[in-house]
């Protein structure tokens, strides 16, 4: 037999492996300072903004793959565009672009996406892919003090098939990144606690900066961001351009940061 070129491991020792790691790291991150829900561009980019700053940041993804709308520019074509100033946030994840006019810059889907990823992860973010956020932890004064879980294969089947309780995952505060559906918020008002306006018909030109403008704590410990604050606030949604998920991810990261810090 010739030499092998893999070191020595058995199947008992992969399985170990990944046991062992997964719940060190859950059982870590059942407790966090900042909870994202939804791996698309805002959420992404704010968990990026929070871990490189030392916060601990946990973001939950009910799909296997992270990115949400940011691979696809719109109308299955792979090219995303954003608007002056977010080209300074490409430039600064390191993701090629191209100027397409004065003020509008087009860069590769999967490639754009894959980098902002990276920087999340690079950044220490860690990811609960295949989670579902079911519900909210609320406490004194209805305060959201975390998420209800659950396993989105466990959610997908049939309720007399897989009748199983989530779990819950605590954090001083939990964004709202889920995108159109805005389903933190969803939950929120299935309490009569807010009230969603639901998104508007498309106008890119005023969009952008209303959903940058009304990023921030729309309720005790809940921070709203991305497509999310267009449809809590009734404004225009703005269509394949996705300068407004970046800056409202990094602004929602900034108004975070200074509750953390109070
Ligand atoms: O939809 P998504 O990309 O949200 P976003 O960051 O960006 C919106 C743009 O992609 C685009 C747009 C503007 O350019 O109109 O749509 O606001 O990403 C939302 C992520 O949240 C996940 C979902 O799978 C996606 O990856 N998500 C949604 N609901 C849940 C969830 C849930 N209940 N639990 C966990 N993840």
Redesign the pocket.
């Known amino acids: 037999m010739t030499e092998k070129i893999f070191s020595k491991a058995s199947e008992k020792d992969v399985t170990r492996a990944i046991v062992s790691e997964f719940s060190k790291q859950f059982s870590e991150y059942v407790e966090s300072d900042v909870i994202v829900?939804?791996?698309?561009?805002?959420?992404?980019m704010a968990g990026r903004e929070l871990a490189s700053k030392g916060v601990k940041v946990l973001i939950?993804?009910?799909?296997n793959y992270?990115?949400?709308?940011?691979w696809i520019g719109g109308y299955l074509m792979n090219k995303v565009t954003v608007r002056e100033p977010a080209q300074h946030i490409l430039s600064e994840l390191q993701i090629p672009f191209k100027k397409y006019m004065e003020g509008l810059y087009v860069a590769d889907g999967p490639h754009a996406c894959s980098k902002l990823i990276a920087a999340a992860c690079d950044a220490g973010v860690i990811i609960a892919n295949m989670?579902?956020?079911?519900d909210l932890v609320l406490r004194e004064n209805n305060r959201v003090s975390g998420v209800v879980?659950n396993w989105?294969p466990v959610r997908a089947l049939p309720r007399e098939i897989t009748c199983v309780d989530p779990v819950a995952m605590e954090s001083k505060l939990v964004i709202d990144?889920?995108?159109?559906?805005a389903?933190v918020v969803t939950t929120l008002e299935e309490r009569g606690l807010i009230k969603k306006a639901g998104f508007g018909a498309m106008w890119v030109e005023q969009s952008e900066d209303l959903l940058v403008e009304h990023t921030g704590e729309v309720h005790p410990g809940l921070i709203v961001?991305?497509?999310?604050v267009s449809t809590t606030f009734g404004l225009p949604?703005?269509?394949?351009?996705?300068g407004?998920?970046l800056l409202?991810?990094k602004k929602g990261a900034e108004i975070a940061l200074e509750k953390l810090n109070q």
Do not use: K, Q, W
């Open positions: 829900v939804g791996g698309g561009p805002s959420g992404l939950v993804e009910r799909n992270l990115g949400g709308g940011f989670t579902i956020y079911e879980v989105t990144a889920t995108g159109h559906d389903c961001m991305g497509m999310s949604r703005m269509g394949p351009t996705f407004s998920m409202s991810g």
